[in-house]
């Protein structure tokens, strides 16, 4: 019993050390620039091409207006899962890639924690334009983008999707409960003809004003990492 237990305060100081954003985050944005871009098949790229124009040539929309830069994507498509954020900030806007500031160094690092990275996983957002001032999306802004989601969701073709934040989770689980209330449980949810399991956990932003609360998230990716064991 106290050798499963010293293995488990292990492996929690672990993930303390490897996502203590007070030692290890920066106010630069992550270079996704460089990166090597993985293969994917012919028909999956230009589906994702089709997409990301559908959204460029949004009409009569104020997101698309205040911003510098449509936000599609980052990581490999041909991953199992999926991982879906609230919207661009202003590192975001600029850079033209998802969680590319400190909230997105804090995704790397728990990703990491899971001996997963950008290589291996695909991120993307409910919103494609960065609300201004960083607000939330409002209920219109997720009705009016939702189709596209569901649309990116039906490319990419997940097993697993990771909802970050309560408008990820409002937008794809319809709910409108706490996050605490629906974290740390799986839901299995159909996006047309596609089935697939979702999860719920807290945006890597709410954890860097509430570092407490990654104890909790450190559950939701172990409940990620021995799903993705099974999927192997």
């Not at 944005?29 to 993985?38: E, G, L």
């Amino acid at each position: 019993m106290s050798k499963n237990i010293n293995n488990k305060l292990t492996k929690l100081i672990q993930y303390y050390s490897l996502i203590n954003h007070n030692l290890i985050l920066s106010n630069k944005s992550i270079n996704r620039y460089n990166q090597r871009q993985p293969s994917i098949s012919k028909d999956k790229a230009q589906n994702l091409q089709k997409l990301r124009e559908k959204i460029k040539d949004i009409k009569n929309c104020k997101l698309k207006e205040n911003a510098s830069n449509i936000v599609f994507s980052d990581g490999n498509p041909n991953s199992k899962i999926m991982i879906i954020g609230e919207g661009p900030g202003a590192n975001e806007d600029k850079e033209g890639f998802p969680f590319v500031g400190r909230a997105g160094q804090l995704l790397d690092k728990m990703l990491n924690a899971i001996n997963l990275s950008r290589d291996n996983v695909y991120i993307t957002n409910v919103v494609n334009y960065r609300p201004p001032e960083n607000r939330k999306p409002t209920d219109e802004e997720v009705k009016r983008y939702l189709p596209f989601l569901k649309k990116h969701i039906e490319i990419i073709r997940p097993k697993i999707i990771l909802l970050l934040g309560s408008t990820a989770m409002n937008a794809i689980l319809s709910n409108t409960d706490v996050i605490s209330k629906m974290r740390g449980k799986w839901y299995e949810i159909e996006i047309n003809d596609l089935k697939l399991y979702s999860i719920v956990s807290f945006h890597p932003a709410y954890l860097l004003r509430q570092p407490d609360q990654k104890k909790l998230s450190w559950i939701d990716l172990k409940m990620i990492r021995d799903r993705l064991k099974k999927l192997k």
